[in-house]
C-alpha cells in the first residue's frame, strides 16, 4: 500500500546531521495519523553520509533512499525525491535542521483544510551573518517584481505539496529547475506557515556564496523575461548617448574646439561604453541561449548508482524518464 505522507531530504555531506534528523523525524512521523515514508537523497556525499543512510535503511523500515552517482545539485536531488514519493501528501526539508520538522504536523492540518500547497515562510535568520540576510531579502523581493509569476518572498523549498502539484511538477520537462518557483507557477491553493529558521545543527554551509548566486541566476532567467528586454533598453540608451555624442562632437568642432572635452579620452570613453553595453547583451542572450542547448540534449536529469527501500522503483523511473542502475545495484 502507498503510504500517506513523503518526507524527502536531500543530503550532500551531513554525517553530522543525519543521526539527530532521523531522530526528530522519526518523533514526527509517530505521531501522524497515516504511514509515512522517509527518502533520503545523497547528492554524491564524499562523506560518510551515505553509510549512514543504509544503516537507516536497516534499522527503520520507513526509510529508504537514494544514491545519485555524482553531485547534481540541490535542485535535482530534490527532484529526484519528487520521482519516487508515493505519498498523498509529500514535505521537502533541509538535512541541516534549519528546517524544523515539528512544523510537519501544522502543514498537514492546513493540507487536510484544503490547501494544495503549504510553504514556509522565515520571519527570522538566526546566526547568519548580516550580508547572507541582506542580500536573501533583496533576491527574494528583487525577484518577485521581475518574475512573471508571484514567487513568495523569504521562502525556500521546506514545503508540503499535495500529490497533483507533485504530478505536476514530475510531468514538467525541464531541466533547470526551481522548486520553488515551479510551485508558485503550477498554482492552486496555497498558504504560508511563518517560522524562525533555526542555525544549522551542525557541519558547513553548503549553499557557498557562488552557490547562491547560480541559484539566483537560474531562478530569475528561468521566470523572467526581463534580462531579456534589459539588453534592448540598454542598446536604445546606447543609441541615444551615441546620437547625443555625435551632436555635441559637431557643437565642439564648430564653437569650442579647444575644449577639454574633445580629444582621445572622450573617444576612449565612449567606445569602452557601448562595447560594455555589446558584452552585457552578449551575455544576456548567452545564458537563455545556453539553457535552449541544456534542454534540447535530452540527456537524463540525474543518474542513480543506488536504490532501496522502493519495491516499484524501477517502474516509477521509467515514467519519471529519469536513469536508473542496473538491477544488481537495486533491492
Given at each position: 500500500?502507498?503510504?500517506?505522507?513523503?518526507?524527502?531530504?536531500p543530503?550532500?555531506?551531513?554525517?553530522?546531521?543525519?543521526?539527530?534528523?532521523?531522530?526528530?523525524?522519526?518523533?514526527?512521523?509517530?505521531?501522524?495519523?497515516?504511514?509515512?515514508?522517509?527518502?533520503?537523497?545523497?547528492?554524491?556525499?564524499?562523506?560518510?553520509?551515505?553509510?549512514?543512510m543504509?544503516?537507516?535503511?536497516?534499522?527503520?523500515?520507513?526509510?529508504?533512499?537514494?544514491?545519485?552517482?555524482?553531485?547534481f545539485?540541490?535542485?535535482?536531488?530534490?527532484?529526484?525525491?519528487?520521482?519516487?514519493?508515493?505519498?498523498?501528501?509529500?514535505?521537502v526539508?533541509?538535512?541541516?535542521?534549519?528546517?524544523?520538522?515539528?512544523?510537519?504536523?501544522?502543514?498537514?492540518?492546513?493540507?487536510?483544510?484544503?490547501?494544495?500547497?503549504?510553504?514556509?515562510?522565515?520571519?527570522?535568520?538566526?546566526?547568519?551573518?548580516?550580508?547572507?540576510?541582506?542580500?536573501?531579502?533583496?533576491?527574494?523581493?528583487?525577484?518577485?517584481?521581475?518574475?512573471?509569476?508571484?514567487?513568495?518572498?523569504?521562502?525556500?523549498?521546506?514545503?508540503?505539496?499535495?500529490?497533483r502539484?507533485?504530478?505536476?511538477?514530475?510531468?514538467?520537462?525541464?531541466?533547470?529547475?526551481?522548486?520553488?518557483?515551479?510551485?508558485?507557477?503550477?498554482?492552486?491553493?496555497?498558504?504560508?506557515?511563518?517560522?524562525?529558521?533555526?542555525?544549522?545543527?551542525?557541519?558547513?554551509?553548503?549553499?557557498?556564496?557562488?552557490?547562491?548566486?547560480?541559484?539566483?541566476?537560474?531562478s530569475?532567467?528561468?521566470?523572467?523575461?526581463?534580462?531579456?528586454?534589459?539588453?534592448?533598453?540598454?542598446?536604445?540608451?546606447?543609441?541615444?548617448?551615441?546620437?547625443?555624442?555625435?551632436?555635441?562632437?559637431v557643437?565642439?568642432?564648430?564653437?569650442?574646439?579647444?575644449?577639454?572635452?574633445?580629444?582621445?579620452?572622450?573617444?576612449?570613453?565612449?567606445?569602452?561604453?557601448?562595447?560594455?553595453?555589446?558584452?552585457?547583451?552578449?551575455?544576456?542572450?548567452?545564458e537563455?541561449?545556453?539553457?535552449?542547448?541544456e534542454?534540447?540534449?535530452?540527456r537524463?536529469?540525474?543518474?542513480?548508482?543506488?536504490?532501496?527501500?522502493?519495491?516499484d522503483?524501477?517502474?516509477?523511473?521509467?515514467?519519471?524518464?529519469?536513469?536508473?542502475?542496473?538491477?544488481?545495484?537495486?533491492?
Open positions: 500500500m502507498s503510504p500517506q505522507y513523503s518526507l524527502v531530504v543530503i550532500y555531506n551531513e554525517e553530522d546531521n543525519i543521526l539527530e534528523l532521523h531522530r526528530r523525524l522519526r518523533s514526527v512521523m509517530d505521531s501522524l495519523d497515516g504511514e509515512t515514508e522517509l527518502i533520503l537523497i545523497d547528492d554524491g556525499s564524499r562523506d560518510r553520509s551515505l553509510l549512514l543504509r544503516e537507516l535503511h536497516e534499522q527503520d523500515s520507513r526509510v529508504s533512499y537514494l544514491s545519485l552517482a555524482r553531485n545539485g540541490h535542485q535535482v536531488a530534490v527532484t529526484a525525491g519528487l520521482n519516487f514519493a508515493r505519498g498523498e501528501a509529500i514535505v526539508l533541509d538535512a541541516d535542521l534549519q528546517d524544523p520538522p515539528e512544523l510537519i504536523p501544522e502543514m498537514i492540518a492546513l493540507w487536510r483544510h484544503g490547501y494544495q500547497v503549504v510553504y514556509a515562510q522565515r520571519t527570522q535568520r538566526q546566526k547568519e551573518r548580516w550580508l547572507k540576510r541582506v542580500t536573501a531579502y533583496s533576491f527574494y523581493r528583487v525577484l518577485r517584481h521581475l518574475a512573471d509569476v508571484e514567487i513568495p518572498t523569504d521562502t525556500g523549498d521546506f514545503c508540503l505539496m499535495d500529490r502539484i507533485v504530478d505536476l511538477l514530475n510531468a514538467m520537462p525541464e531541466r533547470n529547475r526551481y522548486i520553488r518557483g515551479l510551485r508558485a507557477w503550477v498554482g492552486f491553493q496555497q498558504t504560508a506557515i511563518q517560522y524562525i529558521r533555526d542555525p544549522r545543527y551542525a557541519g558547513e554551509v553548503k549553499y557557498t556564496f557562488s552557490k547562491s548566486l547560480a541559484l539566483a541566476i537560474n530569475l532567467v528561468s521566470f523572467s523575461r526581463v534580462p531579456l528586454r534589459l539588453s534592448t533598453y540598454l542598446g536604445l540608451g546606447a543609441a541615444a548617448i551615441a546620437l547625443l555624442m555625435a551632436v555635441l562632437v557643437y565642439w568642432r564648430f564653437f569650442a574646439p579647444h575644449s577639454p572635452l574633445t580629444g582621445y579620452a572622450t573617444i576612449t570613453v565612449v567606445v569602452f561604453f557601448l562595447g560594455a553595453v555589446q558584452l552585457i547583451s552578449i551575455g544576456i542572450l548567452g537563455y541561449i545556453g539553457r535552449i542547448y534542454e534540447i540534449k535530452g537524463p536529469l540525474y543518474t542513480l548508482s543506488e536504490v532501496a527501500g522502493f519495491q522503483h524501477r517502474e516509477i523511473a521509467r515514467n519519471s524518464r529519469r536513469s536508473i542502475p542496473k538491477e544488481e545495484n537495486l533491492e
